[in-house]
C-alpha cells in the first residue's frame, strides 16, 4: 500500500536524512516530485538513499547514470506529470538508493568531489539570486519611470516583492558556501 507524503525541504542534506530515517520504519520510497513523496511497505532500513545535483540534464549523464546503477544504485524515478512543465534544476536533482545489505553506500568519497557537488548547489542559489534581483531592480526602475499611471504601485510591490526572494536565495547560500569552505580547510589540513 502506497503511503503519499507532502513535505519541503531547503537543505538536501536533512531530506537525505529523512528519507534514511523512513527506510529505516521500514518505508521505502517509489516515487517523488516536488515537495511530494510516495512510499510503500518494505523491510526496515532495506534501502540506503543518497541525493545529487547532477552537472547537467540526466539525458546528458547517461553515462554516469549507468555507472550508478552498475554500482547497484537506482535512480527513484519522479512522479511528475507529462503535461507539467519542470525547470532545468528540478530535472538535476535525482534521487539514488541502494540496497543496505550490499554495504555503505556514498556517492562521494573524496574531498574534491564533494566541494564541487556543493559548488554546484551555491552556484544554483546564486544564480537563481542574481535573476530575482535583476528582475526586481528592474520593476522597481519601471516604478520610478511610471508614476504617472497606477501601475507603478504594482511595480513597486512586484519589485520588492522579488528582491526580497533574492535575497532568500542569498541567504540559502549561505551554509553552502561555509560547507564549502570548512572542507577546503580540511582538505588543506591533510596536506
Given at each position: 500500500?502506497?503511503?503519499?507524503?507532502?513535505?519541503?525541504?531547503?537543505?538536501?542534506?536533512?531530506?537525505?536524512?529523512?528519507?534514511?530515517?523512513?527506510?529505516?520504519?521500514?518505508?521505502?520510497?517509489?516515487?517523488?516530485?516536488?515537495?511530494?513523496?510516495?512510499?510503500?511497505?518494505?523491510a526496515k532500513g532495506e534501502y540506503i538513499y543518497r541525493l545529487e545535483l547532477l552537472e547537467k540534464d540526466p539525458k546528458e549523464e547517461s553515462d554516469y547514470l549507468q555507472f550508478m546503477e552498475e554500482t547497484g544504485a537506482e535512480r527513484v524515478p519522479t512522479g511528475a506529470p507529462a503535461k507539467a512543465k519542470r525547470t532545468l534544476i528540478n530535472q538535476?536533482?535525482?534521487?539514488?538508493?541502494?540496497?543496505?545489505?550490499?554495504?555503505?553506500?556514498?556517492?562521494?568519497?573524496?574531498?574534491?568531489?564533494?566541494?564541487?557537488?556543493y559548488q554546484r548547489i551555491h552556484n544554483v542559489y546564486l544564480s537563481l539570486a542574481l535573476l530575482e534581483l535583476i528582475i526586481g531592480s528592474f520593476n522597481i526602475m519601471l516604478m520610478l519611470l511610471n508614476t504617472s499611471s497606477n501601475i507603478y504601485k504594482i511595480n513597486l510591490i512586484v519589485?520588492?516583492?522579488?528582491?526580497?526572494?533574492?535575497?532568500?536565495?542569498?541567504?540559502?547560500?549561505?551554509p553552502v558556501r561555509r560547507k564549502i569552505l570548512r572542507l577546503k580547510n580540511e582538505k588543506l589540513i591533510r596536506e
Open positions: 500500500m502506497s503511503q503519499v507524503v507532502r513535505k519541503y525541504f531547503i537543505d538536501f542534506e536533512k531530506e537525505e536524512a529523512w528519507l534514511n530515517e523512513m527506510s529505516a520504519k521500514g518505508l521505502a520510497l517509489v516515487e517523488y516530485s516536488w515537495a511530494r513523496y510516495v512510499f510503500e511497505e518494505s538535476r536533482w535525482v534521487i539514488f538508493r541502494r540496497k543496505a545489505s550490499e554495504g555503505p553506500f556514498q556517492i562521494y568519497s573524496d574531498t574534491d568531489s564533494k566541494i564541487k557537488h519589485g520588492v516583492l522579488v528582491i526580497i526572494l533574492g535575497l532568500f536565495f542569498v541567504w540559502l547560500s549561505l
